[in-house]
T-cell receptor, first 109, second 114 residues
């Protein structure tokens, strides 16, 4: 089966950098995705790592290490609007998408 | 371009009653997902369609849940009869095809069973 673990909650201050980790116990997947979800909103796609290494998209970066069964989402220059839940998700063969439990990020002034 | 559209946004029903949710995916998207999300948790896959075919419904409680995707476009998810534990947000998502890595989600239907 698949299992993805994330911290349940992270708190940081505006302007800071925060890293949200995702560890998984699975194999044979295509890549690791990250989604953001504001309260009451729909999950929205942030990034995808198909290969090991770092992917950068503006203030957000995502990293994957298959050998370590580990990935992370890095958010820089935090803004209040970044307060949301962040989910890592594994993309499987055949376009399967399995989500972790999510990390609730609270950004404080 | 319109995103994934779901209706209704909110639904309150009494237990043992039936309920149906509707999803209109992004035009041209072949893959459609239904997820269930409980408060404070990640989305859990219920069923996945590739065009009209349900290719993964292993997590769908088939004694009370059913789904269909006629003509490979719109989809409906039905619960009959609903139980108190079915209260959750039901999310629909779509993606272009099996090679596409981004799924687009609708706003979801928040179901409350009383």
């Amino acid at each position: 089966g698949q299992s993805l673990e994330q911290p349940s909650e992270v708190t940081a201050v505006e302007g800071a950098i925060v890293q949200i980790n995702c560890t998984y116990q699975t194999s044979g997947f295509y890549g690791l995705s990250w989604y953001q979800q504001h309260d009451g909103g729909a999950p929205t796609f942030l990034s995808y790592n198909g290969l090991d290494g770092l992917e950068e998209t503006g203030r957000f970066s995502s990293f994957l290490s298959r050998s370590d069964s580990y990935g992370y989402l890095l958010l820089q220059e935090l803004q209040m609007k970044d307060s949301a839940s962040y989910f890592c998700a594994v993309m499987w063969e055949g376009n399967m998408l399995t989500f972790g439990g999510g990390t609730r990020l609270m950004v404080k002034p | 371009e319109a995103g994934v559209v779901q209706s209704p946004r909110y639904k309150i029903i009494e237990k043992k009653q039936p309920v149906a949710f509707w999803c209109n995916p992004i035009s041209g998207h072949n893959t459609l997902y239904w997820y269930l999300q409980n408060l404070g948790q990640g989305p859990e896959l219920l069923i996945r369609y590739e065009n009209e075919e349900a290719v993964d419904d292993s997590q769908l409680p088939k004694d009370r849940f059913s789904a269909e995707r006629l003509k490979g476009v719109d989809s409906t998810l039905k619960i009959q009869p609903a139980e108190l534990g079915d209260s959750a947000v039901y999310l629909c998502a779509s993606s272009l095809d099996g090679t596409n890595t981004e799924a687009f989600f609708g706003q979801g239907t928040r179901l409350t069973v009383v």
